[in-house]
C-alpha cells in the first residue's frame, strides 16, 4: 500500500508529556474527529480536523482528553495505565478495550547478568488492563461529539471489575486457556483490536498465533441488569455460549487491529513477538453475515497491501477508515507506536498515514 500522504496529530503539553503521541495505539473516525488512545495512559484524546479551500484535512488539532477513571470504576484506581489497545464506535457509543495481558519486564541497559536474570523472571499484571469500557457519545455546544458519563437512561459501563473480564471467560477454553498466564509478547494473550457491528464486538488478538492461525473473538455485551455501569455478556447464537472464536490464517500474523467497513472487516496484521514486521491488511468480506464459529483459510481473507514499518520504531498499532473528509475513494489512516524521528514535528506533533484502499 503507497502512503498517499501523511497529516499531522497534534496533541497538547500534558498528553505530549505523557508521551501519549509516541505510544499511539488505537485511532477511530467519528465525522470531523477522531478518536485515539495511547497504551500508556488510561486516556481517551479527541482530535479535531483542519480542512482547506477543497476540504481537504491538511491536520487534527483542538486536542481533548478525557480519563477513564472519570467515566467508569477502574480495578487499580486512575493513576495506573490501562494500555488501551483498541476504540470501536457503533450506534452512539464509543468502545475502549485494554490489552488483557501481563507484561514480562524488560532488560534495563546497563544491568548486570544477574538483575538482568532476574526482570526476565518477573511477570506483573495490571488489573486496569483488563476492562471493556462502553462510553456515550453525546453533541457537544460546538456540535462536536463528547464522551461522556450519562446522556439520558444512557451511562458509561465497564466489563472485567467482578472477575468477568474477556479473559476470565476463557479460563476453560480448549485452544486459549493455556496461554493466560504467558506474557504478551512470549505468544501470550494480547488484546489489539476491538470492531463494533449491530450488537457484536469483534476482539482481535496479536497473540497468541495458533500454528499460524489467528484468533478473533466474538461477544455481545449489554447493560447489567443490577448496575447500569456495569456490562454483563449475552449469549452468541442460539446456545448459552458467552463468546466465539474465530480463526484466520493471515500468514502467520497476529491481529493488530481492526475496522469495520459496511459488511466487512479490515484487519491489520502484524508479529506476535517482538518485531518488527511484516505489516499487512486483509479484509474479512461480508462478517456481518457469519452467524457460527468459523476456520477461515488465507483465500478467503484477501491481502489488500503491506505497511510500511520501521527497524524498531515506526509500528503500526491503528488503523482506520476516512470516509467524506478525502474526496472520492475510502482511505485508511495508520497510526504508529514508537515513531521514526522523522514522524516529529517541530510544534510537537507526530505524522499519521493516509493510504487509498483499493478499489
Known amino acids: 500500500m503507497i502512503v498517499e500522504r501523511q497529516v499531522e496529530l497534534r496533541f497538547g503539553l500534558e498528553s505530549r508529556e505523557a508521551g501519549t503521541h509516541t505510544n499511539l495505539s488505537a485511532v477511530r473516525q ?37 480519563a477513564l477513571a472519570d467515566l467508569v470504576d477502574l480495578p487499580a484506581g486512575p493513576d495506573e495505565e ?3 489497545e483498541g476504540l470501536a464506535r457503533s450506534n452512539g457509543w464509543l468502545w475502549a478495550i485494554g490489552s488483557h495481558s501481563l507484561k514480562r519486564k524488560k532488560i534495563k541497559p546497563g544491568q548486570s547478568g544477574s538483575k538482568a536474570r532476574k526482570r526476565l523472571a518477573s511477570v506483573v499484571r495490571e488489573d486496569n488492563r483488563f476492562v471493556l469500557a462502553r462510553l456515550p457519545l453525546a453533541a ?47 505468544n501470550g494473550i494480547d488484546i489489539e483490536g476491538i470492531a463494533a457491528h449491530r450488537d457484536r464486538l469483534y476482539i482481535g488478538l496479536r497473540g497468541p498465533v495458533l500454528r499460524g492461525w489467528a484468533v ?6 449489554d447493560t447489567h441488569p443490577d448496575d447500569p455501569r456495569r456490562l454483563r455478556l449475552l449469549p452468541v447464537g442460539d446456545g448459552k455460549a458467552l463468546y466465539r472464536t474465530h480463526f484466520l490464517d493471515l500468514g502467520g ?11 466487512d472487516l479490515l484487519i491489520l496484521t502484524g508479529p506476535s513477538m517482538d518485531l518488527d514486521g511484516p505489516v499487512r491488511v486483509h479484509r474479512w468480506p461480508g462478517i456481518a453475515d457469519v452467524d457460527a464459529p468459523e476456520v477461515v483459510p488465507a483465500e ?8 510500511p514499518y520501521g527497524d524498531g520504531d515506526d509500528h503500526p498499532e491503528g488503523l482506520a477508515v476516512l470516509d467524506g473528509l478525502h474526496g472520492e475513494g475510502a482511505r485508511l489512516m ?23 484502499l483499493p478499489e
Not at 500474523?253 to 459488511?263: A, K, M, V, Y
Open 30 to 66: 467519528d465525522g470531523r474527529c477522531l478518536w485515539v488512545a495511547g497504551d500508556e495512559t488510561a486516556t481517551i484524546e479527541r482530535l479535531t480536523a483542519t480542512l482547506d479551500a477543497d476540504g481537504l484535512v491538511t491536520g487534527y488539532e483542538g486536542h481533548a482528553t478525557v
Open 82 to 84: 490501562a494500555d488501551i
Open 140 to 186: 457537544g455546544a460546538d456540535g462536536l461529539p463528547e464522551v461522556v458519563r450519562e446522556d439520558g437512561d444512557r451511562t458509561a459501563a465497564v466489563l472485567g471489575l467482578r472477575g468477568d473480564s474477556v479473559t476470565d471467560l476463557l479460563e476453560d477454553d480448549p485452544h486459549l486457556a493455556p496461554f493466560l498466564s504467558i506474557p504478551s509478547k512470549d
Open 216 to 221: 478473533l473473538l466474538e461477544i455481545r455485551p
Open 253 to 263: 500474523l497476529g491481529i493488530r487491529d481492526l475496522c469495520p467497513q459496511g459488511d
Open 300 to 307: 478467503e481473507l484477501p491481502r489488500l497491501g503491506d505497511v
Open 334 to 356: 495508520v497510526v504508529y507506536d514508537s515513531p521514526a524521528p522523522g514522524r516529529l514535528t517541530a510544534g510537537g506533533g507526530v505524522l499519521a498515514d493516509v493510504v487509498r
